[in-house]
C-alpha cells in the first residue's frame, strides 16, 4: 500500500469520534446485520452525517452490512478520507434518499477500511450485475454520474 503523491485534501475523522461512532451504529445493529436504510435513518435521527456512520462502521468490525440490491458502490473509508472519501459517502448517500423518496431503484453503500488502492486515493469500487468498476481519485460528483448512469 503506498499513499498518494499529492497532498491531501480533506481532514480524516478523529479516532476516537470514529470509535464511537462505530459504538453507535454496533448498538444500532445489536449483533444483527445493517443496511444503507438504516444508517441513513441513525444518522438524521442523531443529527450527523451519514459518511461519518459509515467511515465508523468500516472500523467495528463486529458488524456486518448487508447488501440488499444489485448495484453496491464500496467505499474505501480509512486513509482515503484524507482525499475525499467522506465527500464521496454523503454524495452517495444523498442520493440513495432521493431516490428512496422518489420510489426509484436503490443500491447500497458500504464500506471497507481498505481497498489496497491507498496511491490513487480516494477509492471505491461500483460493483452491479455486470462486474465491477474500479473507481480511482474519486469525486462526490463522478460517483453521482456512475450510480445515475448505472441506475437509470
Request: aromatic letters at 2%; glycine letters at 8%.
Amino acid at each position: 500500500m503506498g499513499v498518494p503523491t499529492r497532498s491531501p485534501t480533506h481532514r480524516d475523522l478523529d479516532l476516537t469520534k470514529l470509535a464511537s461512532l462505530g459504538m453507535e451504529v454496533e448498538e444500532l445493529a445489536d449483533g444483527e446485520p445493517v443496511d444503507t436504510g438504516a444508517l441513513v435513518d441513525l444518522a438524521a435521527e442523531r443529527g450527523k452525517p451519514v459518511s461519518h456512520y459509515l467511515a465508523g462502521l468500516a472500523l467495528a468490525s463486529e458488524v456486518e452490512q448487508v447488501t440488499q440490491h444489485p448495484v453496491n458502490l464500496v467505499v474505501c473509508a480509512g486513509k482515503c478520507q484524507s482525499w475525499g472519501a467522506l465527500d464521496v459517502l454523503d454524495r452517495a448517500t444523498d442520493l440513495w434518499e432521493r431516490r428512496r423518496d422518489q420510489g426509484l431503484p436503490l443500491f447500497d453503500v458500504t464500506v471497507r477500511s481498505c481497498l489496497d488502492r491507498c496511491e490513487h486515493a480516494a477509492v471505491c469500487e461500483l460493483r452491479g450485475p455486470d462486474g465491477t468498476a474500479v473507481m480511482t481519485e474519486t469525486t462526490a460528483r463522478q460517483v453521482e454520474d456512475a450510480l445515475t448512469a448505472i441506475l437509470g
